[in-house]
């Protein structure tokens, strides 16, 4: 089924009629609808399951209340939704309409075939002919708020299994068994009635036993089956639990690392502080003797300057020359002479050279020994930093240490304890589960033996005693159906959830970077995942939602007959409806949104996203642009003056406005923008 | 269809019971939620036999 166009008339916050086309095309098979939030996606959506089930969806709020505010203002008390949709067979026209006095909904619809002829659908079967295209226990799975994938449980929940055996039409092929089956054991006793052998009816009186006895053995393993389902259950769910404490023994080891580095770190800082200490104590002793001597030696330069040197040479000597009146060669120099004033002038050159002189040899003293002081700062410097980063990196590590202690005094014993007694519990709970089915199987197998050879005994009975061939050759003919349909159920079955298997595999392969393959058990219809050596793994949440949304595309593609892996022969006619989904990827995480984008667009006959504005981006644009046979935005529309900011939207270099003021009414309406 | 299909009774046996599960099962899923098992039965009956059941 495809849906072509809808007509909304007064429907909640649509006032007035609004006709909106939905893409049809296989190659464009995406209609999208962009809307800020209150803009009327939700409205649309339900308008769509409102039309075919008579409901709401859970998110859909004030259910009761679908006719516009303005519209019952201005007297018009309905409202109503019309949709035009096509099998491979016929174009539909269903409309539904309420009233404010109404409390029922009025249906009505309309075929049109092949050669354009419009047929009226008689109101006693326009529910059937919508209960076989789309069941209202269905409508769920096609029409969807994005959020609801979280109560899609995949873990052999009973709901999943009988939705999807509807979906495949696998319930009408059962249906179709158990009555056939019925109507076999009616002529049965009615050949027994006319042959009116006690010894045939013996016969018959036992295969019905034996045949209740199967059916009873058959429901005791379906219920023991759910037993050992919600064992496993609460084997996961407890697994879990355990695993959140699980990390106490990553602690202990993330423990010992911190502890391993601190080791090292310590004796790099021991070596590091020691060669500074050596450095200070080396380099110390230079440093205050070079500061010494520098003082000394612009004091001896402050001196010379005053001529305040010290004594005892040059100035003694030519004291006592002058004092003598005699040079110590003998020459008599008496005060006044010439050689007297040379003697003045030679008392100061003569101490100045001396200093100079022991200045110089002082520099040279030292000068060896203060060399290695040069780069002291620069050493010092280096060294403290190295000192520094490993004092840092210590504290760091100890600290670790701290905080996994805390996280490991903060792990219940107790509460440990318990979830292992209700794991050993649940352990018990599904091994005997097992048991028990096991031995409920053996008994169902050795009744249907014994079943098989009453069979055997009573044909050969009725064949020679039979005295009514109009009713044998009836009953034949139910037998033929009866092993036809059940062989063909079998058959399908199988085909199904082969393919299901290789098409969820599929994806998860293309977009998981583990090698996860998915199998869905064929009794429970439970999805498990296993890695390449078949070990069973857990998904993550987001893995998970990735999982969900491959076996909803991998059903309606496998429907459709859209799937490319594998291909089911179908003697049951499966739904095949467009995929709606309010806030698609809500909670899709957007490492994998790419990939549901893409399988969905693939597999389904029609896709209808309505996205909230700031949720639609650059990137989606990009990824679904060349499936989009159909782009709308939702604008809404209010009485009063501009309160918020108008969001808009750019499209194809267009910036399109999603909220409107001063207009006449609160309402929205749907713009189509070409692309 | 090929030529010795013709000749081959099996499968226009199998073809005939094709036919009518499809039959079958299109009247069951459109009453899947609203006939009873009676009901049902006297249908698929009517369906298999056609004309046949009135002569029991």
Known sequence: ?????IILENFRTFYGKHTIEFSTSDEKPLT????????????????IYWAFTGGTTKQFGESNILINKDAIAERSSSCSVEIYFETDTHHYILARRTSRTSETNDLSMGMIDKNGAYTAVGQMHIEKVIERLIPKKLASWYIFDGEAIGHLHLNGDPKFKNDLQQTFGFSSMRTLSDVITDIKRDYEREQRKQIGNAELDEVGKKIESAESDVSFYEQQISKLQSTKETALSEIESLDYQLSKFAFAGQLQTRQANAQRLINENKSKLEIKTLQRNDLVVKTMPQLLIKNQIEILIDTLHEKEKDQTLPEPFGTRLIDDIQKMQECICGAPIHSGSDAYTRLEELRSRAATSQHTHRISLIRTQIGAYVTDSDSFDSRLEQMNADIGAYESAIADQEQIIRNADEAIRAIPDAQIRQLKEELTKAGSKRDQANGEIAVAISRK???????????????SMFASLSRNNNLTKQKNKFDELSRYVDAQYARQEAEVLEALNQEVSGVL???LTKNFIAKVDPSTYAVKTFDMDQRLVSLSTGETNLLKFAIIAAIVGMAGEKTKISKVNWITEPIIAPLIFDAPFSVVDSEYRAGIANNLTELASQL?????????????????????????????????????????LRIKNKTI????????????ICLEVKI | ?????FENPEITEQQELEKITKILLREIKERENQANKTELKKIIKSRVLGGEEDEN
């Open chain 1, 1 to 5: 089924m495809k849906i072509n166009k």
């Open chain 1, 657 to 668: 406005s999603l909220n409107e003021y001063n207009s006449e009414r609160d309402d929205t």
């Open chain 1, 445 to 459: 197998d050795e009744r249907k033996v014994e079943i098989e050879k009453l069979r055997n005994l009573q044909a």
């Open chain 2, 1 to 5: 269809m090929k030529k010795e299909d």
């Open chain 1, 32 to 47: 999208i609808f962009i809307g800020e939030n209150g803009s009327g996606k939700t409205t649309l959506l339900n308008a």
């Open chain 1, 509 to 511: 392969y293309k977009y």
């Open chain 1, 608 to 648: 209808i996203f309505l996205f909230d504005s700031d949720k639609w981006d650059a990137e989606l644009s990009k990824l679904l642009s060349g499936r989009v046979g159909k782009f709308y935005t939702l604008v809404s529309r209010a009485k009063g003056e501009q309160k918020e900011t108008i969001k808009t």
